[in-house]
């Protein structure tokens, strides 16, 4: 089995096509580009669709090794009935790291086949699925903890004494293994849930779209009905917008139906707007008519933050339709479906006041 951390840093922007279907976005880099909220795109337990694996250059005498992937997001209830139990619970200690060499040490090139493994021991607080029960302590071997090899995202190891939801499989003994003073075994994390930032109930994962809270993760097992039918994937292209042509956001992207919108820029507080709040009418409205495509862009275009405002709507489906204002030339820049088609549209000739240039 591939480690259970994501061994790459693929990620995706969830964007919204035309029409009221939420459909997963395009593969971006790893920063972000302006006006995108991304959303991971690996899946630990998942098949890649695409794997590479390239050595850069040697840190000492130990490689360095980025692997990248691509793997479809599924929904939680397919989550769900591929493990065996699902669980919450505490971090209780963290152990150091051990190659899975045949002599502990580095290897001394990148084959795919040898990580840094370090074991994590858990208490389940709380069990959804199958066993074990509450006071049941594991142990789980993860790999990209900070300062091991493998450049996963640090940020999403887990830490001493946080809470988590772990989507657990039974041992069936895959890890590739040659340091026959170590056993890796325990149960196969096929994925793992933290605590949204600045949130007290909802759950999300560094690589997978499918976000929840503990009631709707209960209504779920109980009837897998419960969650929303999931759109296919691959998404089907949008048409290449040409110059002269309108769009009409509320209209192609069925804003009146998001739940909120978010803000960005320096010269704007980042915060958002929820549904039926009067800012959130007013941004609206300005949306709602005929903008002219001005030019056709070619990749990612360069901006100045200083006079840009990053601005977007966010849907139940965890989708977005994102934005970009340029404060100066009173032009919004819009990526459509994919991330080499970008327009430039003319402006609402209220946006500026709404995004409080």
């Not at 337990?45 to 590479?52: I, K, N």
């Amino acid at each position: 089995a591939t480690p259970d951390v994501a061994v790459g840093l693929a990620n995706t922007a969830t964007a919204r096509p035309p029409g009221a279907t939420a459909k997963p976005g395009p593969t971006r880099p790893l920063e972000p580009e302006v006006g995108v909220r991304p959303t991971a795109a690996l899946q630990e337990s998942a098949t890649p669709t695409s794997v590479s694996i390239s050595p850069t250059p040697t840190l000492g005498f130990t490689p360095l090794c980025y692997f990248s992937a691509s793997y479809i997001s599924p929904p939680l209830g397919e989550q769900i009935k591929e493990s065996e139990s699902v669980v919450q619970a505490q971090v209780t200690k963290i152990g150091p790291m051990v190659w899975n060499t045949a002599d502990g040490k580095a290897p001394s090139g990148c084959d795919g086949r040898h990580y840094q493994y370090s074991p994590v021991e858990i208490a389940v607080q709380e069990s959804y699925k199958g066993q074990p029960g509450p006071g049941s302590k594991l142990t789980l071997w993860l790999t990209g903890a900070p300062g091991s090899l493998i450049q996963g995202n640090y940020d999403y190891f887990p830490r001493s004494g946080e809470r988590l939801v772990f989507f657990l499989g039974a041992d069936d003994h895959s890890t590739p293994n040659d340091n026959p003073a170590v056993s890796f075994s325990g149960p196969v994390v096929r994925g793992r849930y933290h605590l949204q930032e600045g949130s007290t109930e909802r759950w999300s994962s560094q690589i997978n779209q499918a976000t929840f809270t503990i009631p709707f993760l209960q209504a779920v097992i109980k009837n897998p009905a419960a969650e929303p039918t999931p759109t296919p994937y691959p998404p089907t292209s949008t048409p290449y917008a040409r110059t002269g042509q309108v769009l009409q956001p509320v209209k192609v992207y069925s804003l009146n139906s998001a739940k909120s919108a978010y803000f960005k820029g320096e010269t704007i507080k980042p915060e958002g707007a929820q549904a039926g709040s009067e800012r959130f009418k007013v941004l609206l409205k300005a949306m709602d008519q005929p903008l002219q495509v001005l030019e056709n862009l070619n990749g990612s275009p360069s901006l100045d933050s200083s006079h840009t405002v990053a601005f977007g709507f966010q849907f139940f489906d965890n989708t977005n339709v994102s934005f970009i204002y340029d404060l100066e030339s009173n032009v919004l820049l819009h990526p459509l479906q994919d991330s080499q088609n970008y327009v430039r549209l003319s402006a609402p000739p209220e946006l500026k006041k709404v995004l409080g240039g």
